[in-house]
Structure formats: structure tokens, C-alpha cells
């Protein structure tokens, strides 16, 4: 089957520009309040607070969890700060029936997800570095929560198995909601784009370009430590206080942070690729092990059966010029994705469409999509779209370690890497791998 005849059978069967889960009637909240407790409080989760509240204001807040006892001290009193500046006159009233947080549901540890499961919330948002997300999903949907879980949801092949052959049946089975931190599919722009390439606007695709270039190593810029403290990079608390830099807490800047990029372009071209062939590397001026042992560049060839290809990047490094955009050549123009505004050129150069009209935060849509499933009593299930990108995401950086062409059903199939320890301990310690060599870099 050609491309131009995948997308009409696509389109027959109702598939229509965004992935959307499939929809079934079931027993809904309604007006009720929706109970929401958090589990990590971090910059990311003081984000999400806001975005949910701008969703859907009858939401309390009713438990916190965090590694720090200082981290839900921030977030609380983050929380308290948007409220006052969105809500004016009416902040201390609509304070007091929203948030619902004592010290009885603030817990603090590495187990304190467990405490929280055992609160009356109803959705937990899941807010915490990466290793930990797919056994806390494990966990919420275990004990029949509704779940928000930020990207990525997988960081190696041994999650992945468990996301796609344990946990999307269990949510549906048990009738779960499940919103994954892929906004883009709620952005109004680029769900316009992809149904306009996924009809044929753009003719048979060719090639894509993917890009994500960042001016900066760690999103907060550097490494941090805990003032006075004796602690060394080997320590656990120093590598989870500064997990975006390592390998198993991250799964890299392509699993944590391109996977924004690779979302969009697995949705436009609605297939994924077979195989994947990398190269990165690591700036010699970034100091090892103080600041982590991920790469600060990597780079992939990716093959499609159905005859395109992708160019995948993506590169942090101080100093440098960002640059975030998809391009998606086809047989009869070109479609240039981004962040923001759309755009679509003939052969010649000659722009034919752009996007335009008002929309909403993209981070607020996807709680509204969320919420209403919630209230409406409709299954909602994102878990397969953020897998499918994670395990593309894996491929793409265990073949740019390896520098190997390999079969990405292989890391879907085989694969036993496991990046994150079964037990461990915040006072413990962990050695930090070499950075990854192509020399000797074994894929597991």
C-alpha cells in the first residue's frame, strides 16, 4: 500500500488528523469536584498546576509528594501566587475550597507515591524525573487512579514492554483515564497541519527534517547541589537532584526533551520508521562525572517501509543559536511545523497556507481533554502515541551511542536494557558509566 492510499484508508476508518483515543460510555464525574494530588513538585509540576487550574477551575488540590521536603514548600507557595495574581478579589475565597493539602497528605520520600495512592485523589499528576514514571503509572493505575504523566513515559526497552503489553490494556480494562505530556497533539495549529499533510496537501512524502537545537546544556543551565553538603556526583541524591544530566534518570536529551519534536513528526507522518542509524557526542568542555554523562548531541537517519526518510537531531550546548522546526518534504510542496505558527510552500518556494485564527495554550487544551473524559464518563488512553515517540526516541539514541544500523522492532522486541536499578536508596550511592563510546558501547 502506497502512502497516498494509506492515508485514505486512514481516513475512512475515522482516523482523522489527531490520534485520539477510542471513546466508550462509561459512569462520569460530572459537576463533582475532581480531587488532583501531585506527585513531584518540581518547576515542571508548578507548571501543570496552572494549566490544570486554567482547564477546569472546580479541581482540589489534595496531596503532595516529593523527594524534598523543600520541593512542596515551593510548589505550595507557588500555587498560592497564581492563584492570588489569576483570581484578583476572589483569590482567598477560591483558595480555600481548592486547596485541600495538610500535613497529613504531604509526604516526602522515595516511597511517599505509595501514601498517596492511599488518599481520596482521583487523578495523580506525575511529575518526577523520568526513571520513575512508568512504575508510578504501574502504581496509579493499580490502585484505579486517573493519571496525568509527563513525558517521557519510558526510557528504555524494558519499560517500553511494560507500557505496551501491561499498562494501556489495564487502564483500559479498568475504564482509566490516562493523559501523557504531549501537548502538541492539542495544539489547535498543528492538528491543523497534520490533517492537511495527512489528505495529500504536501502529495506523496519524500523526506523529513527534525530538528531541535537548544542554546543551553540543562534546561535550568547548570548543576545543581545542596548548599554545605558534602555530596559527590556518585551520590543518588546528587544525580536525582540533577537528573536531567544522567543517562538513567533522564534517558537523554533525545528521550526527555526531543520527544516533543519526534511526536509531531510520528503523528504528521502517521507511521513509524524501521530503522535507525545514529552518531553524537558529548562536549569536552562539560566536566565528567560532575555534569552527568549524557550526550549533548545526537543525531539519526531514520528509514520508513513506505520509502521516506528522516533526518533526527537535536543538540544543547551553551552558547549556541536555537533552532526548533519540522520540515516534511512531499511530491507537491513542503510543510514547515513548529511551536508556533504553520506553514506549507508549493515546489517552487511559494507559500500557499498558514495557520492563523486564535487558539489556546496547547498546555491547557490537553487538561480540558483530559478532565472532560473525566466528567463525561469517556475512555480516554494516550498512552500508545507517547510510547510509539519513546520508542522511537530509544532507538534514536541507543543507535547514536552504538553508532550501529539496527531494526527498531529490535529495542520494541529483544532488547533487555534496564537503566534504573530495582532497589535504591537516597542516602546511596550509584557509579556513573562512562559516557557512551561507539568503540565499545554494547546494545543490550
Not at 47 to 66: F, K, R, S, Y
Not at 123 to 149: D, M, N, W, Y
Not at 211 to 222: A, K, V
Amino acid at each position: 500500500m502506497n502512502r497516498k492510499d494509506f492515508l485514505k484508508t486512514a481516513s475512512a476508518a475515522g482516523l482523522g488528523a489527531i490520534a485520539l483515543p477510542k471513546f466508550s460510555l462509561g459512569a462520569g464525574l460530572g459537576g463533582e469536584k475532581i480531587k488532583v494530588a501531585f506527585v513531584g513538585c518540581g518547576g515542571r509540576a508548578r507548571g501543570a498546576i496552572q494549566n490544570m487550574t486554567a482547564a477546569d477551575e472546580n479541581i482540589q488540590i489534595v496531596a503532595l509528594a516529593d523527594i524534598f521536603e523543600k520541593q512542596t514548600e515551593d510548589f505550595a507557595k507557588s500555587a498560592r501566587e497564581y492563584v492570588g495574581k489569576s483570581k484578583g478579589a476572589k483569590a482567598d475565597a477560591f483558595w480555600k475550597d481548592y486547596w485541600k493539602v495538610t500535613p497529613e497528605t504531604t509526604f516526602i520520600g522515595l516511597d511517599s507515591i505509595d501514601k498517596v495512592l492511599k488518599t481520596d485523589a482521583q487523578v495523580i499528576a506525575l511529575v518526577t524525573p523520568p526513571c520513575f514514571r512508568t512504575s508510578q503509572i504501574e502504581k496509579c493505575l493499580k490502585a484505579g487512579k486517573h493519571v496525568f504523566a509527563e513525558k517521557p513515559i519510558a526510557i528504555d526497552p524494558v519499560q517500553l514492554r511494560k507500557i505496551y503489553d501491561e499498562l494501556i490494556p489495564l487502564a483500559d480494562k479498568k475504564g482509566l483515564k490516562v493523559l501523557c505530556g504531549t501537548q502538541m497533539r492539542y495544539h489547535k495549529w498543528i492538528a491543523e497541519a497534520v490533517d492537511k499533510i495527512r489528505s495529500g496537501d504536501i502529495g506523496d512524502i519524500l523526506a523529513t527534517n527534525c530538528f531541535r537545537y537548544e542554546g543551553y546544556y540543562l534546561t535550568r543551565g547548570t548543576f545543581r547541589a545542596i548548599p554545605n553538603s558534602d555530596m559527590s556526583p556518585d551520590d543518588v541524591k546528587y544525580q536525582l537532584i540533577n537528573w536531567l544530566g544522567f543517562i538513567w534518570t533522564s534517558g537523554d536529551q533525545v528521550v526527555e526533551q526531543y520527544v516533543h519534536n519526534l511526536d509531531m513528526a510520528l503523528w504528521a507522518l502517521g507511521e513509524l520508521p524501521y530503522e535507525s542509524i545514529g552518531s553524537g557526542g558529548r562536549s569536552t568542555n562539560l566536566k565528567f562525572p560532575e555534569e552527568g554523562d549524557r550526550f549533548s548531541n545526537v543525531h539519526a537517519y531514520l528509514t520508513f517501509k513506505n520509502g521516506f526518510t528522516m533526518n533526527a537531531e537535536c543538540r544543547q550546548d551553551k552558547g549556541t543559536s536555537p533552532f526548533s522546526a519540522l520540515h516534511i518534504y512531499g511530491t507537491k510542496g513542503m510543510a514547515s511545523l513548529t511551536f508556533g505558527k504553520q506553514y506549507f510552500y508549493d515546489t517552487k518556494g511559494n507559500q500557499v497556507w498558514a495557520s492563523s485564527g486564535d487558539r489556546k495554550p496547547e498546555l491547557v487544551c490537553e487538561h480540558e481533554a483530559l478532565f472532560g473524559a473525566i466528567r463525561n464518563g469517556t475512555a480516554f488512553n494516550t498512552l500508545k502515541a507517547c510510547a510509539d515517540s519513546c520508542y522511537v526516541a530509544v532507538a534514536i539514541r541507543e543507535t547514536s551511542y552504538a553508532g550501529k544500523r539496527v531494526k527498531c522492532e529490535y529495542f520494541r522486541q529483544k532488547s533487555n536494557q534496564s537503566l534504573v536499578p530495582e532497589t535504591l536508596s537516597l542516602d546511596g550511592k550509584k557509579a556513573v558509566a562512562p559516557v557512551p563510546n561507539p568503540v565499545d558501547y554494547k546494545i543490550l
